[in-house]
Nanobody, 118 residues
């Protein structure tokens, strides 16, 4: 699992798209997490293999969109209306279980810092 974008620096209200290349095989679950300094990783969004019924955490619901391109073997997180509180290190992850459960995800990208200035 390889994160394509290394770092994002944007202003509040801007949009940013994160992408991960998922090589090897298809998985049952595709997810995005974020981590604040000194905090545990927070589950942001999840998508199952079929690409329907996405899951979003309440802080990002309505602003973030998770998607998957099976032909390019990528998974994406479109982030709109970004807020300073969205500043965190973002990780993509895949796994073999329920896409709505954080414990499903076992293979991780390396993370990218997203900074949203006010």
């Amino acid at each position: 699992v390889q994160l394509r974008r290394r770092r994002g620096l944007v202003q509040a209200g801007d949009s940013l798209r994160l992408s991960c290349v998922v090589s090897g095989r298809a998985f049952d679950a595709y997810g995005w997490f974020r981590q604040y300094p000194g905090k545990d990783r927070e589950f942001v969004a999840g998508l199952r293999y079929r690409g329907d019924h996405p899951y979003y955490s309440n802080p990002v619901k309505g602003r973030f969109t998770i998607s998957r391109d099976k032909y390019e073997n990528t998974m994406n997180l479109q982030m709109n209306s970004l807020k300073p509180e969205d500043t965190a290190v973002y990780y993509c992850a895949v796994g073999g279980g329920d896409w709505r459960e954080p414990d499903t995800y076992v293979y991780w990208g390396q993370g990218t810092l997203v900074t949203v200035s006010s």
